[in-house]
Nanobody, 121 residues
């Protein structure tokens, strides 16, 4: 069974930095796209950053210039480096990955359980 496990969330002051990690585990043949979403209380889940298998990245306009997404294929891990954090970045951050279990089965989306990021003084 495929699992995504996030880590790195916590409380940080405005202007501070955090680095989120998400590791995929289990039995699978290939990871395609990976990404980070976030959901603040009372708001819809939104895409923060994505990275393709070929390392093409995209970032939400609200985090451009502050957040960076990267991955380590050998570790099946995606990272989100968050700098210059603002109170409006406060949310639960979820890892997402498009994973192929076997070549004969269509790839499916998997989600982590989320990690809370709180930006407050």
């Amino acid at each position: 069974q495929v699992q995504l496990a996030e880590s790195g969330g916590g409380l940080v002051q405005p202007g501070g930095s955090l680095r989120l990690s998400c590791a995929a585990s289990g039995i699978f043949s290939k990871i395609y796209d990976m990404g980070w979403y976030r959901q603040a209380p009372g708001k819809q889940r939104e895409l923060v950053a994505g990275i393709t298998r070929d390392n093409n990245t995209n970032l939400a306009d609200s985090v451009k210039g502050r957040f960076t997404i990267s991955k380590d294929n050998a570790k099946n891990t995606v990272y989100l480096q968050m700098n210059s954090l603002k109170p409006e970045d406060t949310a639960t951050y979820y890892c997402n990955a498009l994973i192929e279990i076997r070549s004969t089965i269509r790839a499916m989306n998997y989600w982590g359980k989320g990690t809370l990021v709180t930006v407050s003084s």
